[in-house]
């Protein structure tokens, strides 16, 4: 007996709320007013022109930070849903409905500025370049204007969540990472 | 000119910048080819709500304007400066509800290239959050499509 296949619409609700989640109610992406583009498992990271992006005022050019932010974030946003993706794909759905997976954390993020960001829109994709079971090496290219001419590149390494560890647990060497706890308790 | 006329000029030209002004960003002090930058904590600037640690972008953006205030302030450095690269290592999370604090110092500085140093803290700071380390141009670069 053949399996019906799962009529587009469905497939394409249940990716759209999956990215949604993942990326939605992040408030530094609204903050700098970043959104994701998708067609089926590709993500366009964009990064709409404002004035508040504005680094240096008499070029005009973007902020380098607001560049190596825009990149870091497509890298950041592209391992959890290369992650996300075969589990959903798989039957099993997103891991919970409307619960974001943890995120994985930045060790280190080196960005080339090979031109200054004009006043205008910018894209950005990456590319995991390895991924482990627990780090993570991605690419990243940032475009303006033209698709072959890259204003940014950047390249960095990533601490991956265990997404079976459960809330809290995701990180094994969290005492490392997570904030110093207050002074008058003991370590 | 005093020390705090410097400062107030300086600091005027950091708020010059739209996108250091909506970060909030402060100049704490600027002597020649080292400067220290704060960023306040904001709800807005969180990175995971779940964790309410500030963004590493955020954090991008305190180091890379911190750099080049440090750049700016040294005395070969009459013209702008832009960033050619950096690379940040991110040591812990800022803890939420702490200003991070940013200090930069230039290690070297040739007719057209600046080699920058910096390191970020919170109020902790035997235990920094971020090491930046970058390279700046003493010059504006050329804008795309602009002749040569």
Redesign the interface.
């Known amino acids: 007996m053949s399996r019906r296949p799962e009529p587009v619409q469905v497939v394409k609700e249940r990716r759209d709320a999956a990215l949604d989640t993942l990326v939605g109610?992040?408030?530094?992406l609204?903050?700098?007013g970043i959104r994701f583009e998708r067609r089926g498992d590709e993500l366009t990271a964009v990064l709409p022109f404002r004035?508040?992006?504005?680094?240096?005022?008499?070029?005009p050019?973007l902020?380098?930070?607001?560049t190596?932010?825009?990149l870091?974030?497509a890298a950041v946003v592209e391992l959890a849903w290369s992650q996300l993706w075969p589990q959903m794909e798989g039957g099993a759905g997103a891991a919970a409905p409307g619960v974001?997976p943890?995120?994985p954390?930045?060790?280190?993020?080196?960005?080339?500025?090979l031109?200054?960001g004009?006043p205008r829109d910018a894209y950005a994709r990456a590319v995991v370049v390895r991924q482990g079971r627990r780090y993570a090496s991605v690419r990243v290219e940032g475009w303006?204007?033209n698709r072959a001419?890259l204003?940014a590149q950047a390249s960095g390494h990533f601490m991956m969540p265990d997404l079976s560890a459960g809330?809290g647990a995701a990180f094994a060497d969290d005492e490392?990472?997570?904030?110093?706890p207050p002074a008058s308790e003991p370590r | 000119m005093s020390d705090d006329q410097y400062l107030r000029i300086a600091q005027q030209f950091i708020e010059a910048l739209p996108h250091a002004r909506v970060l909030g960003l402060r100049l704490l002090s600027v002597s020649p080819g080292h400067a220290e930058i704060e960023l306040p904590w904001a709800a807005h600037l969180v990175g995971d709500p779940a964790t309410g640690v500030l963004h590493g972008g955020a954090v991008s953006t305190l180091m890379d304007t911190c750099g080049g205030a440090a750049v700016m302030a040294h005395p070969a450095a009459n013209a702008g400066a832009a960033t050619l690269d950096l690379r940040i290592d991110y040591m812990r999370a800022a803890t939420p509800g702490q200003a991070v604090r940013a200090r930069a110092e230039c290690l070297r500085v040739t007719r057209s290239v600046a080699f920058v140093r910096a390191t970020a803290s919170d109020d902790d700071v035997e235990r920094p959050v971020a090491l930046m380390q970058g390279a700046f141009t003493l010059h504006a670069p050329r804008l795309a499509g602009e002749a040569t």
Do not use: K
């Open positions: 109610g992040l408030p530094y609204a903050f700098l004035d508040e992006n504005i680094g240096n005022p008499l070029l050019a902020h380098g930070g607001v190596a932010a825009f870091e974030t974001r943890p995120l954390r930045t060790i280190d993020f080196t960005v080339d500025f031109r200054s004009l303006q204007d001419r204003f809330p490392a990472m997570d904030p110093a």
